[in-house]
T-cell receptor, first 114, second 116 residues
Framework: AQSVTQLGSHVSVSEGALVLLRCNYS??????LFWYVQYPNQGLQLLLK??????LVKGINGFEAEFKKSETSFHLTKPSAHMSDAAEYFC????????????FGKGTLLTVNP | GAVVSQHPSRVICKSGTSVKIECRSL??????MFWYRQFPKKSLMLMAT?????????EQGVEKDKFLINHASLTLSTLTVTSAHPEDSSFYIC????????????FGPGTRLTVL
């Protein structure tokens, strides 16, 4: 069964600092990969996705992620954190084929300090 | 585009009553919708997969008679929590699968259910 691991349940950065949220997946076949953001008491918003092709994926709000097959990783980065980036971030994976179920990581809470 | 709505956003009910939550895809047709449950400071737990015009597929451990799912049209799925109890209190989130691309899921804003 596929699994998604997010290292660090809580990441704290200063405003303007680099944001790095880690995600590793376990799958013999590279899955489709997603990063979602969740603000308090809201649903999930898609930040970016990797399907095929270019391994560096750019998303909304200045976020990007790089798919590294050799490391089975899909880490999320943003060069300069903003206060509005404070939220819960979820990495998710989906196998190919007709099963559209997502496997989610446990989430990483990002706090941004002024 | 790809907007999913949920109604109500929050509901408080008495133990033993039933509660219906609606999930709508507003600007696209969704042949598949998913229902999740999220506990405080936890990840999302998939409860069931709902396909338009057919019975929902429930994940292991989810009581299908307690969590009734109906997917009557390509834009509407409902989750009914029957005979709710305090332990059913949670944040329920639905998502709808888009037809384009890799069929990524678009999420609703969630419904906070509190059972007294």
């Amino acid at each position: 069964a596929q699994s998604v691991t997010q290292l660090g349940s809580h990441v704290s950065v200063s405003e303007g600092a680099l944001v790095l949220l880690r995600c590793n997946y376990s799958s013999s076949v590279p899955p489709y990969l997603f990063w979602y953001v969740q603000y308090p008491n809201q649903g999930l918003q898609l930040l970016l996705k990797y399907t095929t092709g270019a391994t560096l994926v750019k998303g909304i709000n200045g976020f990007e992620a790089e798919f590294k097959k050799s490391e089975t990783s899909f880490h999320l980065t943003k060069p300069s954190a903003h206060m509005s980036d404070a939220a819960e971030y979820f990495c998710a994976a989906r196998s190919g084929g007709s099963n559209y179920k997502l496997t989610f990581g446990k989430g990483t809470l990002l706090t941004v300090n002024p | 585009g790809a907007v999913v709505s949920q109604h109500p956003s929050r509901v408080i009910c008495k133990s033993g009553t039933s509660v219906k939550i609606e999930c709508r895809s507003l600007d696209f047709q969704a042949t598949t919708m998913f229902w999740y449950r999220q506990f405080p400071k936890k990840s999302l737990m998939l409860m069931a997969t709902s396909n338009e015009g057919s019975k929902a597929t429930y994940e292991q451990g989810v009581e299908k008679d307690k969590f009734l799912i109906n997917h009557a049209s390509l834009t509407l799925s409902t989750l009914t929590v029957t005979s709710a109890h305090p332990e059913d209190s949670s944040f329920y989130i639905c998502s709808a699968r888009g037809l384009a691309g890799v069929g990524e899921q678009f999420f609703g804003p969630g419904t906070r259910l509190t059972v007294l």
